[in-house]
């Protein structure tokens, strides 16, 4: 597959990048800024500089599926989180473009047990996620736990009901679940959780609804 990945340059988006540069796929990294192209041309990729906030048609164009890494850090959370996602999902759509993976959050429906702090940002999260399942694209909705810089340990637990909503995991864990949920057909038009633990990527992603 051709792969867009929005946020190439983030910290998930770097994990992301390079294990798609590594894979059978073709991988282009959307950057905003020209500085980022060297280095994700380091990474293997294709860059395109587009912005969220702008028009992000010829960023998606020729691709089959697009992996969202982006995230506005908390500035900007309705024109980035929200309305950027939302830009690019309809870009995405106009282009004939097949497959959606979203990086999502953990507590995107549940805001009000969040701290104050964050209920913006998850509330915005939800809304462009609701938007993408109305979608016409076969989206895939991964909302991990808190992300860490630990090594990636190949290992996570899945699930739609986490009883708690503490955990963490790791970035490069999370970029691995992103990109094999591009091919793996249990997560289509699934929305579920990710923290550390047990089971392998793979298999966590065979029936994200049991394990
Ligand atoms: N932190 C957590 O614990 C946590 C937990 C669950 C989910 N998440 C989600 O995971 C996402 C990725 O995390 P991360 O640590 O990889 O974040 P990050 O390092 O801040 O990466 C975000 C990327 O989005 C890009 N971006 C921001 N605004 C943009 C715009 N208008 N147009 C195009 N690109 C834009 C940034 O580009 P620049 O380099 O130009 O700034 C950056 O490359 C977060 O944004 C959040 O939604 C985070």
Redesign the pocket.
Known sequence: MHVLV????????QHVTSILAESDHDVRG????ED?IEAIEELGAEPVV????EEVSHAVEGCDAVVF?????GD?VWD??RD?AITLMEAAEDQGVERFVM????SADTPEEAPEALRDYLNA?AEADERLRESDLTYTIVR????TNENGTGRIRTSTELERTDGDVP?EDVAQTLVTALTAERTKGRTFEVLSGDDTIEAALEDPLES
């Open positions: 929005a946020g190439a340059h983030g910290q998930v988006g959307m950057i905003r800024s980022q587009a912005d969220l906030t890494a982006a995230g506005s850090g900007a980035v989180d950027g990086l999502s959050s953990i999260k991990p736990g808190e992300l970035r």
